[in-house]
Each structure stands twice: as C-alpha cells, then as structure tokens.
C-alpha cells in the first residue's frame, strides 16, 4: 500500500492546486481528498515496498536454486553419456 505520508502530500497539492477563491474550503477539500485517495489507492490492491522487497528475495533465491539445478543436470547429462559410451 502507499505510504500514509505520500497520500497527504499528494491531497495537499490537489487542495492547494484549487482556484484562490476556494482558500475557505481548502482543508475540507484535502481531507476529503485524502479519504478519496486512501479508498481508490486500496482498491488497486497495491503492495508494499517491504512486501515487494521481500518477494523478490524470494525470487532470487529461487533462480538461484534453478540455476544450480540446472547445472547439476548438464553434469548429471555428461555423466551419464559419458558412462553410456563406454
């Protein structure tokens, strides 16, 4: 999800983007503007910086393993040609 920080921010620069006329309404505006932004954000189903951080740690490791993986059965496949031929 989005930080909590960078949805105020973003709230106070719509709010403090409204014509001079509207300055009476201006906090109104951005808290209505924040709760707006808190509900649409949450419905994109976002991740997180942590939560995607820590997937793709996961996903290193995992290639990792595959590539290992992958290499001991190029050895496993010389092996065992090799043994074939002979």
Known sequence: MIAIKNIEQLAKALSESLPSGLANVKSDVES????????????????????????????????????????????LEKTLGQTNLN
């Open 32 to 75: 209505n503007f924040k709760t707006l932004l808190q509900q649409k954000f949450s419905q994109l189903n976002l991740v997180s910086r942590e939560e995607f951080d820590a997937q793709n740690a996961v996903l290193m490791r995992t290639r990792h393993k595959l590539e290992a993986l992958e290499r001991t059965l190029t050895e």
